[in-house]
T-cell receptor, first 115, second 109 residues
């Protein structure tokens, strides 16, 4: 059974550009959550999608957005990139909604560098 | 506010030693997981343990939900155990996984 797949693995972008990251969950999983990890702030929750609907959102500006497709694959978009957006972006997949006694599994992450 | 606190923040041990990592949480939880983050950034699931005790090889974990803490035990450490260990807890009051700051473990040969 394939794990959670995130693409691309590495990305270098320039300030002001936008970027789209992709996450394919484990087959049969319907929930995808996104996290940002930085050395100073640790792991911060961005948002969770379940059955194509955003179910929960963390405390990030509107430049961060996402969506989920009917096959549960999810994309995250960051517009007008800032240097502070440089981070490891992690995607988690679970069968049910986070908190519903369901285990989350993570992809390898996308390391974004903004220059 | 809602918090997940891990201790110790750093731990350096010789190969073969045992260790105990602690995770305290400030509210009742219905989902608690332990992860190991390897040097390449991948978060590897260790335990899903909202309560009780589980064992997997040299690793075991115990969560005492009523006292709001969880422990991760690593026995006979190997250099491949090095990395950062995170606990993450889901609390109904905040409807998201809240992460501890992690314990950085270094196992020296």
């Amino acid at each position: 059974k394939a794990g959670v797949t995130q693409t691309p693995r590495y990305l270098i972008k320039t300030r002001g550009q936008q970027v789209t990251l992709s996450c394919s969950p484990i087959s049969g999983h319907r929930s995808v959550s996104w996290y940002q990890q930085t050395p100073g702030q640790g792991l911060q929750f961005l948002f969770e999608y379940f059955s194509e609907t955003q179910r929960n959102k963390g405390n990030f500006p509107g430049r961060f957005s996402g969506r989920q497709f009917s096959n549960s694959r999810s994309e995250m978009n960051v517009s007008t990139l800032e240097l502070g957006d440089s981070a490891l972006y992690l995607c988690a997949s679970s069968w049910g909604l986070t908190g519903g006694r369901t285990e989350a599994f993570f992809g390898q992450g996308t390391r974004l560098t903004v220059v | 506010g809602i918090q997940v606190e891990q201790s110790p923040p750093d731990l350096i041990l010789q190969e073969g030693a045992n260790s105990t990592l602690r995770c305290n949480f400030s509210d009742s939880v219905n989902n608690l997981q332990w992860f190991h983050q390897n040097p390449w950034g991948q978060l590897i699931n260790l335990f899903y343990i909202p309560s009780g005790t589980k064992q997997n090889g040299r690793l075991s974990a115990t969560t005492v939900a009523t006292e709001r803490y969880s422990l991760l035990y690593i026995s006979s450490s190997q250099t491949t155990d090095s990395g950062v260990y995170f606990c993450a807890a889901f609390m109904d009051s905040n409807y998201q996984l809240i992460w501890g700051a992690g314990t950085k473990l270094i196992i020296k040969p």
